[in-house]
């Protein structure tokens, strides 16, 4: 027998203003976009916005629906939209912000297990990290490297 350790390492900024301006605008397209969310159940609203290698902004919101499974959180929206429109293009930043319609959200909320894995796949796709930044509401925000820095162990094609 024998043990593996696995760490994370991650970069907190403060505030919005301690970001590079390019992901200061990134997360603002996010929080607008988080806005748009339609969450009538969790009443859990989430933003995400990519930086894709083009020059394009893509950005999504979570969308629910009364048959829970059917919905789609923020981050698989942007990034299906992104590999749907711009099949070729590499994702570079990911940007991700989450608000509780009742109480405010101020630690950094991470992309949940599905959506990590499906950004999993158009990194290891694309062959490129992918940068990818979150906060709650308000306060700090966490960027992680990579995709891999959250999901050590990703499934990917090579298992099958």
Do not use: H, W
């Amino acid at each position: 027998m024998k043990e593996i350790s696995v760490t994370s390492s991650f970069t907190a900024y403060d505030s919005l203003n301690e970001l590079p301006k390019d992901v200061q605008d990134l997360m603002t397209e996010a929080v607008e976009i988080r806005k748009k969310a339609y969450a009538p159940y969790s009443q859990f609203k989430v933003g995400a916005a990519l930086l894709l290698d083009n020059g394009e902004i893509i950005s999504g919101s979570n969308q629910e629906n009364a048959a829970y499974p059917s919905g789609l959180c923020a981050e698989r929206t942007a990034i299906f939209y992104a590999g749907s429109k711009y099949p070729e293009a590499k994702i570079l930043k990911m940007a991700i912000t989450a608000a509780s319609d009742t109480n405010q959200t101020t630690a950094p909320i991470p992309p949940c297990g599905s959506c990590r894995q499906s950004i999993a796949e158009y990194e290891i796709k694309q062959d490129t990290p992918i940068e990818i930044y979150f906060m709650g509401e308000i306060g700090d925000i966490y960027k992680s490297a990579s995709l891999k820095n959250l999901l050590p162990f990703m499934f990917d094609k090579k298992f099958l």
